[in-house]
């Protein structure tokens, strides 16, 4: 298998047929299934590794016009070899232009047959053809000024001209000149420097099955206010039965803690943990093998040096991510500073992971422990019983006076409350009773009273012996249930005289 990677390179895979399927020859004793070469399916791209968006608009029918409304902008999205030719091209034609103006403007006065004459003014001195007059409008237009051709005082129509050229020519050096310098400025250039991992990797980190990738930046100049988001492009039909062939899902990458605000000096490995909210929730190493699904990953920062904002752009698709990978740490501590080794900027490394989902390793556990579906019906139940109660009390309150009459004393939902509390208790009386009881009443001929009784007796031995158990200080604030009963304040001993009889 190596050899044939090596021949063929790893855009081609091994792929078994049998001689039944591909019509092939039958094979001998002791020989293995023929194997054929069968190049791969190229995977198509939303956004390439390198960040271009493979996005191609058409039949934009009378739309284009508004290419021409933001012309500046055009110009600025166009290719440098379009924008090298348009440079070019403008300053030309502008240049040969007023050169045909200023020569025109000399044909009429007729100075190109009387420029020679020693008593004659012309429009301009020294124009008698057409490559003069072009001299002229360069030295003029580039305010070089040799003193040799020169506009005299004769000529008011020369005047007009030379006002309309300087007036034009400052609007195309503005225009021409503010565009290149636009685009040799724009920050493209430095997110060639912003790195990111050739593969994204799953693994646990923390206990929490976790998605990661790393970003670096090979500069010193820092990135400031660099934020990172993460898209997930997957084709789904809605219930609906409408199908989104490019569905685009947030990945969360830090939001509410703040870790996508990014601090890049040194690489940092970005997390994307999967949990029940996450669009990874169904995901396992088997079911990756059929998904198709891309990652998109958006760097964005203000460049330092210059103050512009710059964006850097990955993708990963579903052959690019690793399950049961880690990366290579790359920082290591020297004399005095600490040391980023770019090497191993892609490196990962196996590590045991489940290759279960995180849905499938929740209903694993959730098996595994039977107790705690009862445990949780238990408690629904209580919490529906109280409500019921209170929605009683509630009900009672708003009937009208001659119906709670009619219903018996006002505090008939009360009444309630205290037998199904009662009720309640003797639900879960096993429950809650010490591990001594329980014991006996697991015992056959232990009956419910004896039960009673007993628990009666344990549960009232303390409270008799509690005062005698007190420190001595405490002992003589006590001094007694009498004496416990005379400092109560009032209230309190009428109520506790209620409560008793």
């Keep these: 298998m190596s050899a044939i990677r090596r021949k063929f390179g790893d855009d081609y895979q091994v792929v078994t047929t049998s001689s039944s399927s591909s019509g092939l020859q039958p094979q001998g004793p002791g020989q293995g299934p023929q194997q054929q070469l069968v190049p791969k399916k190229k995977r198509q791209r939303f956004v390439d590794k390198n960040g271009r968006c493979n996005v191609q608009h058409g039949n934009l029918g009378s739309e284009t016009s508004r290419y021409l409304s933001d012309l ?33 403007i000399a044909y009429t006065r007729g100075d190109l047959n009387k420029a020679h004459v020693g008593n004659y003014t012309p429009c301009v001195a020294n124009v008698y053809n057409f490559p003069s007059a072009f001299l002229f409008f360069i030295e ?8 040799y051709r020169y506009i005299t005082d004769k000529c008011p129509e020369g005047i007009i001209l030379f006002l309309f050229q300087s007036i034009l020519g400052s609007i195309v050096d503005a225009f021409l000149i503010g565009c290149m310098f636009i685009k040799m400025s724009q920050p493209k250039k430095r997110a060639e420097t912003l790195m990111f991992s050739e593969h994204a990797v799953i693994s646990m980190r923390d206990g929490k099955l976790t998605l990661m990738f790393r970003v670096g930046n090979l500069r010193n100049s820092h990135m400031v206010s660099a934020q990172i988001r993460c898209k997930l492009l997957k084709s789904r039909q809605t219930p609906e039965g409408e199908f989104l062939p490019l569905d685009q899902l947030e990945l969360d990458v830090g939001f509410s803690t703040g870790a996508d605000q990014l601090f890049l000096v040194s690489p940092l490995t970005i997390c994307h943990v999967i949990d029940a909210k996450s669009p990874f929730y169904d995901l396992s190493q088997r079911s990756m093998q059929t998904e198709q699904f891309e990652i998109v990953v958006i760097l964005e920062g203000i460049v330092e040096t210059t103050g512009m904002t710059c964006q850097a752009r990955t993708s990963y698709t579903e052959d690019e991510v690793l399950w049961g990978h880690r990366f290579f740490p790359v920082i290591s501590l020297e004399e005095g500073f600490f040391k980023v080794d770019y090497s191993q900027f892609h490196a990962t490394f196996e590590v045991p992971t489940p290759p279960y989902s995180v849905k499938e390793q929740e209903e694993m556990l959730l098996m595994s422990s039977p107790l705690i579906a009862p445990a949780i019906t238990n408690s629904k139940e209580r919490h529906n019983s109280v409500e019921c109660l209170d929605g009683l009390e509630d009900i009672s ?12 004393r006002e505090d008939f939902p009360k009444k309630l409350l205290r037998m199904s509390s009662t009720t309640s208790e003797k639900a879960y009386s096993l429950g809650d009773l010490p591990m001594k009881l329980q014991r006996i009443s697991s015992v056959p001929g232990n009956s419910e009273e004896k039960l009673v009784s007993k628990t009666t ?45």
Excluded: C, H
């Design 140 to 147: 003029t237009e580039a305010t070089i000024g040799y003193g």
């Design 72 to 104: 500046f902008t055009t110009l600025v999205d166009l290719k440098w070899r379009w924008n090298l030719f348009i440079f070019i091209l403008t300053y030309t034609v502008a240049w040969l232009f007023m050169a045909s103006m200023w020569w025109v």
């Design 397 to 408: 309150t708003k009937l009208p006076s001659k119906l709670q009459k009619i219903t018996g």
């Design 457 to 501: 007796k344990m549960l009232s031995d303390p409270m008799s012996q509690s005062v005698a158990d007190l420190p001595p200080k405490l002992q003589k604030i006590a001094g007694g249930p009498a004496r416990m009963e005379g400092n109560l304040p009032a209230k309190l001993r009428k109520m506790n005289s209620d409560r008793f009889t």
